[in-house]
């Protein structure tokens, strides 16, 4: 007798009988809709091979981390991200001398992240990492923790690219809340007041993940990683490892908000932009000193500013 059922949080044994119900039932329970028929068997057919690899994973959990099927469960890898975040620029480089560090530590424990956005149909997780990291820098510098416009930022530069678009806010002379950003189709910054301005950028010391810790001590960080893959696109929980990550392919953009160790697994704390109901409550736990796991320090750096 099996214990699955479609949300798949943790399975000990193969869904055999009422796999299309289940099917039916995830559609459900996440609103899907789609075009005709042959969408569907296309979906159908994704949706099975994702249960199980799942089914795989958490069966005996040697992996580390669980796995469900989530929104994304009828999608292949990278279907829902825009790449390019891999190529890094010249920045302002300032070495970082201490290590005068905790062993672990939680920027949410002091107030200076904002709570999960889901990105959805606006794209670009490289946009919202970055707006994450310049709401943390305002609050760590005022005290005050503004909901900073993500639109203005999609709309107004060329999310693509970490430092580009840190200097395309500078440029813009900052970046205005959420609030009194209008609603339109094209760039309006200049119809509202900027309330955070970015000054430069501070880049970590490329695959070194002990100059991020420091970097992440001083304040919430925004890195590239490589999450290409379908344990990742399915994590529900524990310590991330993927051992067929790369560290210089990297697609999508996380703010790494702290870390810790876990039952002896060093962790990472990184704010993800697919919603609450991903992961853990929108976090996930990447691999901490495992050889640079995913490229989580080859591309980081965080916003200097006022």
Not at 84 to 110: A, E, G, I, Q
Not at 193 to 213: I, N, R, S, W, Y
Request: charge should be positive.
């Amino acid at each position: 007798m099996h214990t699955c059922n479609y949300l798949f949080l943790a399975c000990v044994a193969p869904l055999v009988l009422g796999l299309n119900e289940n099917f039916q039932a995830w559609k459900q329970h996440f609103g899907k809709q789609y075009r005709n028929s042959r969408e569907e068997n296309y979906r159908y057919g994704i949706w099975k091979r994702n249960l199980d690899l799942v089914y795989r994973n958490n069966k005996d959990n040697t992996s580390g981390f669980l796995m469900e099927m989530n929104k994304f469960a009828d999608e292949k890898c990278g279907g829902y991200r825009k790449p390019s975040v891999s190529k890094t620029f010249p920045v302002n480089l300032n070495m970082l001398y201490s290590d005068d560090v905790p062993d672990s530590f939680d920027w949410r424990k002091k107030g200076a992240v904002s709570p999960v956005k889901n990105q959805g149909q606006m794209g670009s997780a490289l946009a919202f990492a970055t707006v994450d990291s310049i709401e943390s820098m305002h609050f760590i510098k005022t005290g005050q923790l503004v909901d900073l416009s993500t639109r203005e930022l999609v709309q107004c530069c060329n999310a693509s690219m970490m430092s580009p678009t840190f200097d395309c806010v500078q440029k813009l002379g900052g970046i205005c809340s959420a609030a009194s950003y209008p609603d339109s189709h094209t760039c309006q910054s200049k119809q509202c007041t900027p309330v955070a301005k970015v000054t430069g950028v501070t880049q970590v010391k490329k695959g070194d993940e002990g100059d991020l810790k420091i970097a992440v001590y001083r304040q919430p960080v925004v890195t590239a990683v490589d999450a290409s893959h379908s344990s990742f696109q399915l994590y529900r929980s524990g310590v991330y490892y993927e051992p067929r990550c790369s560290s210089t392919r990297l697609d999508h953009a996380l703010l790494v908000v702290g870390y810790g160790t876990l039952e002896g697994k060093d962790f990472w704390i990184a704010k993800n932009s697919w919603g609450i109901n991903w992961g853990m409550k929108g976090y996930i736990l990447m691999s901490r000193n495992k050889n640079n796991n995913c490229g989580i320090a080859t591309s980081a750096m965080y916003p200097d500013g006022m």
